[in-house]
């Protein structure tokens, strides 16, 4: 049976792997420095060094972990510890069965739909669905598939269900307006019906302008009044918090020489995701120097120019144009996206 595939591997095992690096990082490579610099703009689209990135990285982890407790608190808990242990094993957030977790993601998505008008007034005109991934390919995580722009085929967000019982469901409402709406399936469903642009905007992307949206877009779930279960609320933060860590480890990694087992201890102190995941994404962030940093950057960069847009229009700021002229421009690198940000706010004030 695949004689190919055997050879491939006696290969890489018996050949290849002996002249590999015995270093983790990107900068143990001649004129490495320069290289995970250059990764980091290929990945993100800005110029931040990388010291900057581990900073606010560590920033970011001791805001969220404070609204965690915050949350906790209001829980009746006395602090984060004690909440996180009772999460451990409770059957009120393990599933019953794979519909249960579908069920989850189509009521997130159909109690947003109403409040999309609250939020923008450009709107997708393609429907989106909610699926199981099928069984064979069960191993896939949670994830968005784009329709057609003529909105025949709807968008459609593929659930991760197998082995339902060691899963729970204390992120399902954060996942769901992730990857469906206000998420991926607002912003590329509203990307393809753009028209007068290049077809590298309407169907291309950058992991910074498409990842960061989606996180940003979570945070608009509790605007509206949603995450009302404080453990819903505490799996929106865990997601945050989980893509704050990966700032400071990729970083971590490729600037300041950790070695694999600082980036497993630093990650499981964090408690953001499990000791699988763990595993996986350590050897993730080794393999792909910068890509893991896009998620974060890029939803703080909207946050930051939705503040910048308040602090200079005060009254005169409407947050449905000014969530529509961040999807109304198609895949934009955040450079190019804080440029165009700084004329729609000229236009604006000129328009008043």
Avoid: C
């Amino acid at each position: 049976m695949f004689p190919a595939y055997r050879q491939f591997a006696a290969y890489v095992r018996d050949e290849y792997a002996a002249h590999g690096r015995t270093q983790l990082s990107i900068t143990s490579l001649p004129d490495g420095k320069r290289r995970y610099q250059a990764a980091i703009y290929s990945r993100t689209t800005t110029n931040l060094p990388p010291a900057k990135i581990h900073q606010i990285g560590l920033d970011e982890i001791k805001r969220i972990e404070a609204e965690m407790t915050a949350v906790a608190k209001r829980a009746g808990y006395p602090d984060l510890a004690s909440f996180r242990a009772s999460l451990v094993g409770n059957q009120k957030y393990i599933p019953t069965s794979e519909e249960q977790i579908l069920d989850n993601f189509r009521k997130a998505i159909a109690q947003m739909e109403p409040k999309l008008p609250q939020l923008f007034t450009l709107l997708p005109k393609s429907p989106v669905t909610v699926e199981a991934i099928p069984a064979f390919q069960a191993a896939m995580a949670t994830h968005y598939q784009t329709g057609t722009p003529d909105g025949k085929r709807p968008g459609r967000v593929s659930v991760a269900v197998s082995d339902f019982q060691h899963r729970d469901t204390i992120k399902d409402e954060a996942v769901a307006y992730h990857e469906g709406i206000p998420g991926h399936h607002m912003q590329l469903s509203i990307q393809q019906q753009l028209t007068g642009l290049p077809s590298f905007r309407l169907h291309g992307g950058n992991s910074a302008y498409v990842e960061g949206w989606a996180l940003y877009a979570e945070q608009l779930g509790k605007e509206v009044g949603f995450y009302q279960d404080p453990v819903s609320d505490y799996g929106r933060l865990s997601s945050e918090l989980f893509r704050a860590v990966r700032l400071v480890v990729d970083t971590g990694i490729h600037d300041l020489g950790w070695s694999r087992d600082q980036v497993v201890e630093f990650m499981r102190n964090s408690h953001a995701v499990d000791e699988p995941t763990i595993q996986s994404e350590t050897d993730r962030y080794i393999a792909w120097p910068a890509q893991a940093l896009s998620y974060k950057l890029g939803q703080l960069k909207f946050v930051e120019l939705r503040e910048r847009a308040k602090k200079e229009l005060g009254p005169k700021f409407d947050i449905r144009t000014f969530h529509d002229e961040m999807l109304d421009g198609g895949a934009l690198p955040l450079d190019v996206l804080d440029a165009r940000t700084d004329r729609w706010i000229a236009a604006q004030k000129a328009a008043h």
